[in-house]
């Protein structure tokens, strides 16, 4: 790609990313849209709420099963090809959950959909890196930053509104015209925009790769609903994955085209870009699952007021993720990505002190200035890390990072439930209902501590952050 920049060509482009944005959105959004539902749905079809987290770690474990295995599909398929298979199973996924009369046809419909979601989020990765200039991704990149924080972060506040006045069946009902305007604006903007080669599907690395995340994934899911890190079940998952994921690495390392070129790791300010993506991605979502608990639990709000709470920061987060992008194009990331995560860093000490007795407000305003701090970190960071990589290895660098994103947010989110889960155990067994409240109280206090700590160490990292654009040939 040529740096020129042509104007004509930026509006071909802008309506390009438009159907990837409105598709990648709609497959966010599913991630905790159905959080809100989950006392309703165990209602209807009988089941505890350990039983009805499934259909939230199912998804999960789909994404961070397909995803690494995006980066083959990405080589050998064209860009059309996977966009429109991306969008089918999207679909067909929100029919099935839409009308399933059971649980167990609900949780396949919410397999099928994230089968849409594991191909479309790096595959819109990879297009923006191909087709917009050096000079011009961190606004592009931007939009997909609104799309990974906005979607999970609206989607409690949009199914608090459904569910005050309609059934679960139109959380799926809603997404459905979205998705056929995004399979319309594919099938007539996007065009391919990388060579298509014979790549061999590796079973081996395939099996490897499915041990690995998705033992990674399941053991941290388990551990969430059991309230321990010590269970069987856990740490035989979680061993599990370690072991298929050190002998999927150097199965990797060995092969003349490997499933997933690890290659990608010799590059420092990509692995310094991953490290914070993914903290902020655990942050985020750690966060997400930690306070709607604590405003229906401690504050007994509504599920509605709830999500209106949470609803501003959703929305600035929207804005700012733009401002990051053009900040990015503008400076680079060595300014905005350290403040950004300090910013985020401040609230979250704020946010540790939450109780019974905090205001609303201090809420809206420290869940506000939370995502400002991730919007401004999250992004920059990424498009930078992508930006060192050369264009043979963009399938590969993409993958990699939204295969460790994906599993940092499901890892997050198991640890902070888990985190509460032990505290409140630890409280209820003095037998005082005053102890009982408080540890649920200091449970979430908890939790949110553990973001923290998480939110220093990417601080820490990103002072070592370099503009890649500067070393690059203009």
């Given at each position: 790609?040529?740096?020129?920049?042509?104007?004509k060509?930026?509006?071909?482009?802008?309506k390009?990313?438009?159907a990837?944005l409105?598709a990648?959105f709609?497959?966010?959004?599913n991630?905790?849209?159905?959080n809100?539902?989950?006392?309703?749905?165990?209602?209807?079809?009988?089941?505890e709420?350990?039983?009805?987290q499934?259909l939230?770690?199912g998804?999960?474990?789909t994404l961070g099963?397909?995803?690494?295995?995006?980066?083959l599909?990405?080589q050998?398929y064209?860009?059309?090809q996977l966009?429109?298979?991306?969008?089918?199973?999207?679909?067909?996924?929100?029919?099935?959950?839409a009308i399933?009369?059971?649980f167990e046809?609900?949780?396949?419909?919410?397999?099928?959909?994230a089968?849409?979601?594991a191909i479309?989020?790096?595959l819109?990765?990879?297009v923006?890196?191909?087709?917009y200039?050096?000079?011009?991704?961190?606004a592009a990149?931007?939009?997909?930053?609104?799309v990974?924080?906005?979607a999970?972060a609206?989607?409690?506040?949009?199914?608090?509104f459904v569910?005050?006045?309609l059934t679960w069946?139109?959380?799926f009902?809603i997404?459905?015209?979205f998705?056929?305007?995004?399979l319309?604006?594919?099938i007539?903007?996007?065009?391919?925009?990388?060579?298509?080669r014979?790549?061999?599907?590796?079973?081996?690395?395939?099996?490897?790769?499915?041990?690995?995340f998705g033992?990674i994934?399941?053991g941290?899911?388990?551990s969430g609903d059991?309230?321990?890190f010590m269970?069987?079940?856990?740490l035989?998952?979680l061993g599990v994955g370690v072991?298929a994921?050190?002998?999927?690495s150097?199965?990797q390392l060995k092969?003349k085209?490997?499933?997933l070129?690890l290659?990608?790791?010799?590059?420092p300010m990509y692995?310094?870009?991953?490290?914070?993506?993914?903290?902020?991605?655990?942050?985020?979502?750690?966060?997400m699952v930690?306070l709607?608990i604590?405003?229906q639990?401690i504050?007994l709000?509504?599920?509605?007021?709830?999500?209106l709470?949470?609803?501003?920061?959703g929305?600035?987060?929207?804005?700012?993720s733009l401002?990051?992008?053009n900040l990015?194009d503008?400076?680079?990331?060595r300014?905005?990505?350290p403040i950004?995560l300090a910013?985020a860093?401040?609230a979250?000490i704020?946010?540790?002190?939450?109780d019974?007795?905090?205001?609303?407000?201090?809420?809206?305003i420290?869940?506000?200035?939370?995502l400002i701090?991730?919007?401004?970190?999250m992004?920059?960071?990424?498009?930078n890390?992508?930006?060192q990589l050369?264009?043979?290895l963009?399938?590969?660098?993409?993958?990699?990072?939204n295969?460790l994103q994906?599993?940092?947010?499901?890892?997050?989110t198991?640890?902070?439930?888990?985190?509460?889960?032990?505290?409140v155990?630890?409280?209820?067994?003095m037998?005082?209902?005053?102890a009982?409240?408080?540890g649920?109280?200091?449970?979430?206090q908890?939790?949110?501590?553990f973001g923290?700590v998480?939110?220093?160490?990417a601080?820490?990292v990103s002072?070592?952050?370099?503009?890649v654009?500067k070393?690059l040939?203009?």
């Amino acid at each position: 790609m040529q740096e020129s920049f042509n104007e004509k060509l930026y509006e071909k482009r802008t309506k390009i990313i438009s159907a990837f944005l409105v598709a990648a959105f709609i497959g966010l959004f599913n991630e905790t849209a159905l959080n809100m539902a989950f006392v309703e749905l165990g209602k209807d079809f009988g089941k505890e709420t350990s039983t009805i987290q499934w259909l939230t770690t199912g998804y999960l474990l789909t994404l961070g099963i397909l995803v690494p295995i995006s980066s083959l599909f990405m080589q050998r398929y064209t860009t059309r090809q996977l966009f429109t298979a991306s969008l089918s199973f999207s679909i067909l996924g929100t029919v099935i959950a839409a009308i399933s009369p059971t649980f167990e046809v609900l949780f396949i419909g919410r397999l099928v959909q994230a089968i849409g979601t594991a191909i479309i989020l790096p595959l819109m990765t990879q297009v923006v890196l191909m087709v917009y200039p050096i000079s011009k991704r961190g606004a592009a990149m931007g939009k997909i930053g609104l799309v990974i924080v906005f979607a999970p972060a609206i989607g409690p506040t949009i199914a608090g509104f459904v569910l005050s006045k309609l059934t679960w069946h139109y959380i799926f009902g809603i997404s459905l015209p979205f998705l056929a305007i995004a399979l319309f604006l594919g099938i007539k903007f996007i065009e391919n925009v990388s060579e298509t080669r014979a790549v061999k599907f590796h079973i081996p690395s395939i099996i490897l790769s499915t041990f690995a995340f998705g033992g990674i994934v399941y053991g941290f899911s388990v551990s969430g609903d059991v309230g321990t890190f010590m269970d069987k079940q856990v740490l035989i998952s979680l061993g599990v994955g370690v072991v298929a994921l050190v002998i999927f690495s150097s199965m990797q390392l060995k092969m003349k085209q490997p499933m997933l070129n690890l290659r990608v790791f010799k590059y420092p300010m990509y692995i310094f870009g991953l490290v914070i993506v993914m903290s902020a991605m655990l942050v985020v979502l750690s966060t997400m699952v930690m306070l709607p608990i604590y405003l229906q639990n401690i504050l007994l709000l509504t599920p509605v007021v709830a999500g209106l709470i949470l609803l501003p920061g959703g929305v600035i987060n929207a804005f700012f993720s733009l401002v990051a992008g053009n900040l990015f194009d503008k400076y680079g990331p060595r300014g905005i990505v350290p403040i950004g995560l300090a910013i985020a860093i401040i609230a979250l000490i704020f946010l540790r002190t939450i109780d019974e007795n905090t205001s609303q407000l201090l809420i809206i305003i420290l869940h506000i200035f939370l995502l400002i701090g991730v919007s401004l970190a999250m992004m920059p960071a990424s498009t930078n890390g992508l930006n060192q990589l050369p264009e043979k290895l963009y399938p590969d660098g993409s993958a990699v990072m939204n295969t460790l994103q994906q599993v940092a947010g499901a890892v997050g989110t198991a640890m902070a439930v888990t985190i509460m889960s032990i505290t409140v155990a630890n409280s209820v067994k003095m037998n005082d209902k005053q102890a009982a409240a408080q540890g649920a109280i200091d449970g979430v206090q908890n939790a949110i501590t553990f973001g923290l700590v998480v939110a220093i160490v990417a601080f820490i990292v990103s002072l070592f952050i370099k503009n890649v654009r500067k070393q690059l040939p203009h």
